[in-house]
């Protein structure tokens, strides 16, 4: 049974890495993928650009320190939100 939450992407070095997308969300019209490697070994999460092609989507790296700022903020606000919610349920 596929997950459709776990993607698997490969590295410069064509090494492959399964991760699990985590959260989607939609910042200045654009939307990106929080993503968190399922490795083990870290607790950081990527944050990619997701492309609509065709129908299908593909991932892109976000360089911009501007640009990763401003989701970066939006998913700690997503999370803190998911967090009140949780208290006041």
Not at 56 to 69: G, M, R
């Given at each position: 049974?596929?997950?459709?939450?776990?993607?698997?992407?490969?590295?410069?070095?064509?090494k492959?890495?399964?991760?699990?997308?985590?959260?989607?969300?939609?910042?200045?019209?654009?939307?990106?993928?929080?993503?968190?490697?399922?490795?083990?070994?870290?607790?950081?999460?990527f944050?990619?650009?997701?492309?609509?092609?065709n129908?299908?989507?593909?991932?892109?790296?976000?360089?911009?320190?501007?640009?990763?700022?401003?989701?970066?903020?939006?998913?700690?606000?997503?999370?803190?939100e998911?967090?009140?919610?949780?208290?006041?349920?």
């Amino acid at each position: 049974m596929e997950n459709e939450n776990i993607v698997t992407l490969l590295d410069e070095e064509g090494k492959e890495t399964d991760f699990e997308v985590i959260a989607t969300l939609e910042v200045n019209e654009s939307e990106y993928a929080i993503l968190l490697p399922l490795d083990g070994d870290s607790e950081e999460a990527f944050i990619f650009r997701m492309i609509e092609e065709n129908g299908s989507y593909s991932l892109e790296c976000v360089e911009d320190d501007e640009e990763f700022n401003a989701v970066a903020a939006a998913y700690e606000e997503l999370m803190q939100e998911e967090e009140n919610d949780e208290e006041y349920e």
